[in-house]
């Protein structure tokens, strides 16, 4: 299974989003917070 670079927590098929698949500026708001996330690693997208 999966793994949130940001949360640690385990991600269910269907909830992973790619750093690369997120709005330029969410992506760096989150790198800003997150300074090792990349575009190519997964977070848990919770709605």
């Known amino acids: ?15 992973a989003v790619k750093g690369a698949d ?11 917070y997150f300074p090792t996330f990349t575009k190519d690693n997964l977070f848990l997208w919770m709605s």
């Open 22 to 32: 997120i709005r330029e500026g969410i992506f760096n708001l989150i790198v800003s």
């Open 1 to 15: 299974m999966k793994v949130s670079h940001l949360s640690k927590r385990e991600i269910r098929h269907g909830e």
